[in-house]
């Protein structure tokens, strides 16, 4: 129903502020809370940002607070991850993900892994 393409990787030095986006197509967009994870090589994913329909209320992990910041444009059908002042432990494959529900439902940290649907990811190799 819902595709994802993310772009916007690639190899960067530390300290470097690139930008993600993630297309989305196949669906109504502004009806989707939207979705940042990454997986770092042998480790498991883990939630960067989020950002809900409506209001675009976002959240953030502790690790990235301060320093990424999530937005979307609802007539573009995109996302997007400014990322600033790139650690080497930033590294990971990032993913855009979408899910339906209330903003109670995006808002519950049980659920903040409950996405509906998932981009094939796309790589940020962070040297220092």
């Known amino acids: 129903q819902v595709q994802l393409v993310e772009s916007g990787g690639g190899l960067v030095q530390a300290g470097d502020s690139p930008r993600l986006s993630c297309a989305a197509s196949?669906?109504?967009?502004?009806?989707?809370?939207m979705g940042w994870f990454r997986q770092a090589p042998g480790k498991e994913r883990e939630f960067v940002a989020a950002?809900?329909?409506?209001?675009?209320?976002?959240k953030y992990a502790d690790s990235v607070k301060g320093r990424f910041t999530m937005s979307r444009d609802n007539g573009k059908n995109t996302v997007n991850l400014q990322m600033n002042s790139l650690k080497p432990e930033d590294t990971a494959v990032y993913y855009c993900?979408?899910?339906?529900?209330?903003?109670?439902?995006?808002?519950?940290?049980?659920?903040?892994?409950?996405?509906?649907?998932w981009g094939k990811g796309t790589l940020v190799t962070v040297s220092s």
């Open positions: 993900a979408a899910r339906s529900g209330t903003f109670r439902e995006f808002a519950s940290d049980a659920r903040l892994y409950d996405m509906d649907y």
């Open positions: 950002i809900s329909r409506g209001l675009s209320i976002t």
């Open positions: 196949g669906g109504t967009f502004s009806n989707y809370h």
